[in-house]
């Protein structure tokens, strides 16, 4: 098992957290949506504690404890006193082998996950859409999944299932511990040979090699019209590399390009659609560099004012176009690093902050030096750079777009 530990002594609190190298991108074909279920299980019973038991643990010391799942990992967080550390190790270290998957737990858990679906996804036309998106965008690549699953899949999960997922990816191997905060590596060394060190190895896994994206040459489009829209938007997105996969330099030029193009208020998008013009009422752009495999760039905005989504989609494509054509300039390019080493130092001001950069960075392939060394080479990004990377892959007839529109009888 690997273990990282951050120490910070400023205040009397330490983030505990075992990230497991296992997302939904790495299910079994037809069994979407289990890494996420299987994270609902991790809170039920064990053979040496009731369900609950570890939750209320938590909270009786005044802490705060949370798990969530990913395309590329899942991760159990507790943030507690210094001295609750081993009671979390203990619990932890519990349920990665002792869970009890009775048909009952699996039947009640999965109902509840359901209704989540049907609260966040069927009920949300937002997520219907960015779901289709997802779907199109990766035309072969399992990103294309939901994370939460789709409902038909979901409803066949079954304890066969859920057990022999917990027997092949909940293991030491297979894991990552970080401890950040009012600890020292001597203290977690001490205490985790007593706890996660007493649990087996599990079985060798193989690489995590997935069906990787073909080479795409079509612009496409997904429009969802609902009833329930009141204000449409627009978003578009491209398959680019992550961190992992991206020539060296590229991912952070493609960084620094989300946050020059629409990374805040004082970003080209927001200052021309939204400052400028009054076209827009939102508007910005993302880079999810930290996946695994192949990712996506994307822009976004809804309309205010008669242009519409289509003004909107139309001013975009025209500010990215005088990117590609003009670049960037040294004084916003120099902004924009200013603003990422301020977004830095921030993350690394609190506990949880530090344990999250470190873990979602180790299990998506890269190393203790990447972290460390990432703020120089953001620093070292040129405006061709910039240019370059906007010109390779923000092309118009590679990208899919998405359109959210109020039906016509909403509109009336």
């Known amino acids: 098992m690997e273990v990282v530990v951050i120490p910070d002594h400023r205040a009397p609190v330490v983030t505990h957290m075992v990230w497991y190298k296992i997302g939904s991108a790495d299910e079994p074909p037809g ?85 989540e679906r049907a609260s966040r996804v069927d009920n949300d036309p937002g997520a219907l859409l960015s779901e289709e998106v997802d779907a199109t965008l990766y035309q072969n690549h399992p990103y294309r999944i939901p994370v939460i699953g789709w409902k038909n899949e979901i409803e066949q999960l079954n304890r066969t299932d859920a057990v022999a997922f917990y027997d092949r990816y909940y293991a030491p191997n297979n894991a990552i511990l970080v401890v950040a905060g009012d600890t020292t590596p001597e203290r977690v060394k001490e205490l985790a040979e007593a706890t996660y060190g007493k649990i087996p190895r599990g079985a060798d896994l193989p690489p ?56 805040g208020t004082r970003s080209r998008l927001y200052q021309k659609l939204i400052v400028h013009d009054g076209a827009a009422s939102s508007v910005g752009a993302f880079y999810q560099g930290s996946m695994y495999d192949a990712t996506a760039f ?52 609190n506990s949880t902050g530090m ?44 990208s899919v777009a998405g359109y959210l529109l109020p039906s016509p009888e909403a509109v009336q």
């Open 31 to 115: 069994k979407s949506g289990i890494a996420h279920f299987f994270e609902h299980l991790m809170f039920k019973a064990t053979k040496n504690h009731p369900a609950g038991e570890f939750d209320r643990k938590v909270s009786e010391i005044g802490g705060d404890g949370n798990a969530f799942t990913t395309d590329d990992y899942t991760a159990y967080v507790q943030t507690v006193s210094p001295d609750a550390l081993p009671t979390m190790m203990n619990f932890e270290s519990d349920r990665m082998r002792n869970l009890v998957l009775t048909d009952d737990v699996i039947t009640t858990e999965r109902d509840v996950i359901l209704e």
């Open 208 to 263: 995590r090699v997935r069906p990787q994206e073909p080479e795409q040459n079509t612009s496409r489009t997904v429009t969802l019209t609902d009833p329930r829209v009141s204000v449409p938007s627009f978003s578009k997105r491209w398959v680019v590399p992550s961190y992992r996969t991206a020539q060296p330099g590229e991912a952070e030029a493609l960084d620094l390009l989300s946050e020059i193009l629409g990374g």
């Open 298 to 349: 994307g822009v976004y905005g809804a309309p205010q004012g008669g242009d519409g989504v289509a003004g909107v989609e139309k001013a975009i494509d025209a500010e990215i176009a005088r990117i590609v054509k003009e670049g960037v300039t040294n004084d916003e390019l120099e902004r924009a690093k200013t603003r990422f080493r301020r977004g830095v130092i921030f993350a690394r001001d």
């Open 355 to 398: 344990a999250n950069m470190y873990g979602s960075a180790l299990s998506t392939g890269s190393t203790l030096k990447d972290i460390d060394e990432w703020p120089d080479r953001i620093a070292a990004v040129t405006a061709a750079q910039v240019q370059a990377v906007a010109a390779k892959y923000l092309v118009p007839g590679k």
